[in-house]
């Protein structure tokens, strides 16, 4: 069975996708609501890549 090699696919896909808007949204600085859940976004992610 190859499905947890898929969910790790996806996985990696969804980070991706999450780098993407967060470096358009900081680079654009849309709304600072938004840029400083983008902030805690990152800081959950860098948490999850420690692991």
Do not use: C, W
Request: no cysteine; aromatic share 14%.
């Amino acid at each position: 069975m190859e499905r947890p090699n898929i969910y790790q696919k996806n996985r990696l896909k969804h980070k991706k996708h999450l780098y993407k808007q967060l470096f358009r949204d900081v680079f654009y600085m849309r709304k600072g609501r938004k840029r400083n859940a983008y902030i805690v976004e990152i800081t959950n992610i860098l948490a999850v890549s420690t692991y």
